[in-house]
């Protein structure tokens, strides 16, 4: 039986990714690329649509795969590659574009918040078609699934009516993918701020528990997280969300139930907790930085497996690029 084909990605917008980015997106699809046929993608080419160092890209870059790996993701069961070395993506892309309405791009929410952040002189062309390339991403590899989260979702719906009208126009070319949003079972908050999302673009790092972060460095966070004056070890998001995120954590990180946390820790004070939190977290992503600072060491080693992987992704992506260039008369 031929599995269902998945596409995800993430941008190299950082030189660590978070404990958010590993509770939210790499654990599930850890467990996704073992049922699917998974493509994930270091996009790259949607990283320069806004100003960066091409150096710190480059690094941040092998950085990210690395990470990916080295929290479980494959390159052997799942293709795992860097957008830019698919020259397809770029070129589907640009046919795409010739299909999407001024108007529809228009309406894209991402780009009216990113556009308004960055200015009139700092919003590229580039940052308005992100959705286009985001299209052509998924639509190369005839993805049925795209695990995103709730603010990609108006994205994929702009893909799936592409694809329909392009299938309209030319002739069935791509295969419409369904949009799969990730229920956020596990949302992450900063430490420091904890009723704010843990970002990799936070304004202040002092809250942010990097997976590259040394041991005692992440130990010393938790120590620091903000709590309450409370006292009381119990899951209540709404007057303890510094205690609740704590267990929240624990929770995934531990793979153990809150219950179950707050039954050991019932009576104890937070310093116990946050040293309990502090070893599963150190526990875990220990290994993970040592296995990444191996592969970041092997330069050649890592850039031969993502060149490896590039090419079992051009395969799938050349194949459909050269259908739809041939539908359109190229
Ligand atoms: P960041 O805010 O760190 O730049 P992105 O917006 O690039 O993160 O998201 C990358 C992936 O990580 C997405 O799948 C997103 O849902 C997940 N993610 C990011 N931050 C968190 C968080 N605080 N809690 C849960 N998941 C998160
Ligand atoms: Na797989």
Redesign the pocket.
Known sequence: MTKTRLYSG??P??DS?????Y???LL?WKALQKTHDAFFSIVDLHAITVAQDPELLRTNTRRTAAQYIAAGIDPAESTLYVQSHVAAHAQLAWVLNTITGFGEASRMTQFKDKSQRHGADGTTVGLFTYPTLMAADILLYDAAIVP??E?QRQHVELTRDLATRFNARFGETFVVPEVDI?K?T????DLQNPTA?????AESHAGVIWLLDEPSVTAKKIMRAVTDADGGIVFDRENKPGVANLLTIYSVMAERTVQSLEDEYAGRGYGDLKKGLAEVVTGTFGPIRERVLELTNDPAELDRLLAQNADRAAAVADATLAKAYDRVGL
């Open positions: 993430m941008q917008s950082a990714l978070q404990i958010g980015n509770i939210g997106a599930n995103v989260g603010d990730v956020e596990a949302k992450i908050y999302k843990m970002s990799k673009s």
